[in-house]
Structure formats: C-alpha cells, structure tokens
C-alpha cells in the first residue's frame, strides 16, 4: 500500500502533472509533423511523381485516414483496459518508422501503403492520451489541460510545414520524411521511462465505475447520448474544411501567389533567405505563421471560455464552437477570393483561430458525457466519425473539383475548390447548437 500511495502521491504533483502533459503534447505534436507534412512536400511530390490532384488528394486523405479511422477503435478499447502508456509508446514509434519509409517511396502506390503505414501508427496516439490526461487532472482543469494538449495540432501543423519547406529547400522532398522520422523515433524511449499510468477514474466521483465495459454496451450508452453524435458530426463537418485547408492550402498559395511571395518576404534576414529559394519554403514560412499564431489563440481561447462558463452552462461546449465557426465564414470568403496576399494573411490568421476555438469545449465534451471506463474507446469512435469524414473525403473533395474546374479556370481551379468548403463550417455550426441542447441532459460529474 505504501509504495501505491507515493506513487499516486507523485503524480499529483503539478510539476510531475506538467511534466506528463508536456509528454503528451511533444508526442501529439509528432503526430501532426507527420500526419501534415504531406501538404508542403505535396508541391515536389506532385512534381517528380507526375500525380493529379485527385492522386494527390488520395494520398493525403483516404491512405491516412483509412487505417487511422479503422484500427482507432479496437486500439482505445484496448486504451480502457490495459497500460495506455505502452499504447502510445508503440504508435509513436510505428508511425516515425512509416513517415521515414516514404523518402523511400518512388511510385504513387509505394507512398501510398507508406502513408497507411502512418495512419496505422497514429490509429493509437490521440484516444489513449484523451484517456491519460482526464486521469491526471480534475474536471475543473480538462477543457484547459486538453487544449494544451490541443495546441500541438497548431504547432505541430507549423512546424509540418516550416520544416517541410526548409529541409525540402536543403536536402529535398526524400531526406525531410527520412529526418522527420528518425526525430520522432528518438523521443519514444523518453515518454516511456517518464510517463507512468495513472489510477484510471481517479478524479471522478467515488461512486464511478472503472471496470471494463464491453463494445455492445458501450454503444448502447452512446446511443442514448444525442450530444455525442451532433458533436462528432459537427467536428467532421468542420474538419473537412480544416484538413482541406491543411493540404491544399500550400499549393493553392504556390499557383495563385507564387510572385507575390517573393515581394511578401523580402524584409526577411539573409540567413533565412538561400540563393536559390524555392516556392515552398515561401509557403512553409506564410502558412505555418497562420496556423501557430492564430491556432493557438483559438484553441485557448475556447478551452478557457469552456472551462469558466461551463461551471454554470454545459450548452457553452457546443454554442462557442457554433458562434466561432459562424464568424468564420465573412472572413473565409474575402480571404479565399482576394487577390492581395496581405489579406489573406490576416483572413486566414483570423479563420485558423475561429475555427480552432471548438478543440478544447468538443474533446472536454466527450470526455464528460461518459464514464472513466468508456473515455479512450468514445473518443476513437468520435476520432472515427471525425476523420474518416475530415481527412477522408476533405481533401479529396477539394482535389477532384480543382480537377474538374481546371478546364475553366486554369492555376485558379483550386482557389474556387476551396472556397465552395465555407458550407462546411455552416453545416459545423448548426450541428454544435444542436448539440448544445442536449449537453446539459448528457452530462456526467
């Protein structure tokens, strides 16, 4: 018993508790460097490998997302029963392992599997951690310590494509996934000698049930849950937009702005500057200013929103994602349709916050709405609602209409692919206020 409660006694320590989130946040970050490199390398693989944009679209979005979405599931149910630590340690270092074999690849097909091989890996990062995290800080902390955790998708979606572009400027498009990966590799060792399991349900009521649930059971649960599903479709709604956005965007900046990028940064020091810059690193240094600044303000600002007003009003989880995503759309449509690069630098710096608002308030959701025994597996159904939806058919809807519109529009297809996606976040707004509605009924202390 004594070595039981020094143990529980260490991990209630802020600084150990601060520790562990930093683990799972560098980790996560990892996650989003290789699950988002792709749309910066996509302008040099496009070009070598001779691809369309729907193969591009393919590659992007169905070869990650189909074994991601899949083996999510079975990987979280495993999460709610056994050591969830071990479960990320052996993701991490699957999906380093698969990013370093796509420098490798030479056809379309060859990198296609490889970028299954990541989808794989990253099946079992996210829901375990969702789990980990609720057991190391109260329900009073979560929204805040999960938007924390939600700030690697910005910073990690940034440095995907600062990275990305300076590497892909020094040694090409091969060696970055190859370095990439091996980074990755190195910091699975770590997080697994430093992060221990918690007592799973510790912060819940005393009266919580922490033993295995069955599968069957659990979607029965679920299915009397109607917040569940308004939330999972609305955060797959608006993730089609958010992961279109994260690989088209860079090359819809390379054909639309190419010249202008130049111009844009020339106020650059020379060191940033090689002799001879390609467009990408152009693109790596102007989107992932967007995704970092305005991404982490976003995420922060719902989490903190979140966490105070929903003390007093569950219906603030779904109504600041709503509100959030609603203000977008002005924005989303002067930036998408301008000519001028200024504007759409701070259009869409202003979008990527908006947009990010709904990380914090959604994932606290989920994990609220349940038991301490059911969390990890109702996240990865949620994750599989989220992204077979988002990456799967996001990219690939934009890729096809920039093919089918080139005919008319030329370099220009793209721009007008992307901003037919506004409906998105309409159809993400209305399903958040739905639910809204039924949050407070859902909710469980």
Same mark, same amino acid.
């Given at each position: ?16 508790k601060a520790w562990v989130l930093f ?7 990892? !996650? ?19 691809? %369309? ?56 097909? =060859?990198?296609?599997? /490889? ?23 109260? %329900? ?11 700030? /690697? ?10 990275? &990305? ?92 702005? !190419? ?9 650059l020091p020379s060191f940033m500057l ?60 002067? &930036? ?10 701070f259009s869409f710096m202003i979008i =990527? ?32 609602? *989220? *992204?077979?939806?988002?990456? &799967?058919?996001? !990219? ?16 220009? /297809? ?23 509605? !039924? ?7």
């Amino acid at each position: 018993m004594k070595s039981v409660k020094s143990t529980d006694s260490h991990q209630d320590k802020n600084s150990y508790k601060a520790w562990v989130l930093f683990m799972l946040l560098v980790v996560y970050i990892f !996650n989003f460097i290789d699950r988002q490199i792709i749309g910066i390398l996509a302008v040099p693989i496009q070009a070598e490998l001779a691809l %369309s944009d729907t193969q591009l679209s393919l590659m992007g979005g169905i070869a990650f997302a189909l074994f991601y979405t899949v083996l999510g599931i079975p990987i979280a149910w495993l999460a709610d029963r056994k050591n969830r630590t071990w479960i990320i340690t052996i993701a991490l270092m699957i999906w380093c392992a698969m990013t370093a074999l796509c420098g490798l690849a030479q056809n379309f097909v =060859q990198l296609f599997l /490889a970028r299954l091989g990541v989808g794989v890996g990253e099946a079992g990062g996210v829901a375990p951690s969702y789990s980990l995290i609720s057991d190391y800080f109260p %329900s009073n902390q979560r929204s805040r310590a999960l938007g924390i955790y939600a700030f /690697a998708i910005p910073i990690g979606s940034a440095l995907g494509m600062l990275i &990305g572009g300076v590497l892909t400027n020094l040694i090409g498009w091969r060696l970055t996934f190859i370095v990439v990966g091996i980074l990755g590799l190195a910091i699975a060792p770590l997080f697994k000698l430093t992060v221990k399991e918690p007592k799973r349900g510790r912060y819940d009521s005393t009266t919580s049930d922490v033993t295995a649930v069955p599968f069957s059971s659990i979607i029965q649960i679920l299915k009397t849950k109607k917040s569940f599903w308004f939330l999972s479709l609305g955060g797959a709604s608006a993730s089609m937009m958010t992961y279109g956005l994260l690989f088209w965007f860079p090359s819809f900046l390379v054909r639309s702005f !190419n010249a202008e990028l130049v111009t844009f940064f020339s106020w650059l020091p020379s060191f940033m500057l090689p002799t001879d810059p390609s467009p990408v690193l152009f693109v790596s240094y102007f989107y992932g200013l967007i995704l970092l600044v305005g991404g982490i303000a976003g995420i922060w600002l719902g989490a903190v929103v979140s966490d105070k007003l929903g003390e007093t009003d569950k219906t603030i989880y779904g109504r600041a994602p709503a509100y959030s995503f609603i203000a977008t759309i002005p924005f989303f449509l002067i &930036g998408i349709l301008s000519n001028s690069l200024i504007i759409v630098f701070f259009s869409f710096m202003i979008i =990527q916050a908006l947009s990010f608002v709904m990380m914090g308030p959604l994932v606290s959701s989920l994990q609220h709405i349940v038991g301490p025994n059911m969390r990890a597996t109702t996240s990865a159904i949620a994750l599989f609602i *989220n *992204n077979l939806v988002g990456i &799967g058919l996001g !990219n690939l809807l934009i890729g096809i209409l920039s093919d089918v519109l080139s005919a008319q529009f030329a370099e220009e /297809a793209l721009r007008y692919s992307i901003a037919s996606g506004v409906i998105f976040y309409i159809f993400a707004a209305i399903l958040f206020l739905y639910a809204a509605r !039924n949050l407070e009924s859902d909710w469980q202390d």
